[in-house]
Every structure is written in C-alpha cells, then in structure tokens.
C-alpha cells in the first residue's frame, strides 16, 4: 500500500489549497479514505471522510462547509478542496486508509497558513 500526499504549502489566510493523494496497491475504489492533520505537540485530527463510493461520511466541525473532499476511481486519488483557509489549519496533512486490521498513512504534505 502507497500513500502519496502533493499540494501542500504556504497559503495566506483567506487563500485556498487542493490537496491530493494518490494511491496504490490495494482496491482504492471499495476503500473508505481519510484526510487527518497533525500539529506539534497534538493528536492527528480527523478532518474528512468519504466512502468508497464518493458520499462524504463526515467532516471534522472546525472546516465543515470551507473544505471538501473529494475522490476520483478512476485515477485512484482522493482530494481535500481547502478554501477560506486560516491560520488554525497550519498542520502536516496525511492521507489514510484502514485495510482490515492495518492502517497505512501516507508521508503527508505541510499547509502553512500565515499572512
């Protein structure tokens, strides 16, 4: 299983960014998919959700409505459509997924949100 996060970087407040993740491996298209975040010193943060079949399973409330995710079969990717981004998103970004009793999380992508 590979993980790959790509778009993160150094945003202004109000700025938006699209992360994605490209994946491989195992069956993408019959697994649940997760965005988490980690600041220093904090557990990883469960951001957004979405099933196999693209319905979006739940959102973590501080980024509900700013940010969507999204998931592309076909590719094997899924996305996170950040927008109105503020400085409280700063945060290493990872890609997950869970197979049976393994998870597997990709190397993440830094956002940096600052003026």
């Known amino acids: 299983v590979q993980l790959v996060e790509s778009g993160g970087g150094l945003v202004r407040p109000g700025g938006s960014l699209r992360l994605s993740c490209a994946a491989s491996?195992?069956?993408?298209?019959?697994?649940?998919m997760n965005w988490y975040r980690q600041t220093p010193g904090k557990e990883r943060e469960l951001v957004a959700a979405?099933?196999?079949?693209?319905?979006?399973?739940n959102y973590a409330d501080s980024v509900k409505v700013r940010f969507t995710i999204s998931r592309d079969n076909a590719k094997n990717a899924v996305y996170l459509q950040m927008n109105s981004l503020k400085p409280e998103d700063t945060a290493m970004y990872y890609c997950?997924?869970?197979?049976?009793?393994?998870?597997?999380w990709g190397q993440g992508t830094q956002v940096t949100v600052s003026p």
């Open positions: 491996g195992f069956t993408f298209s019959t697994s649940v």
């Open positions: 979405i099933n196999s079949v693209g319905y979006v399973i």
């Open positions: 997950n997924t869970k197979r049976g009793p393994y998870t597997y």
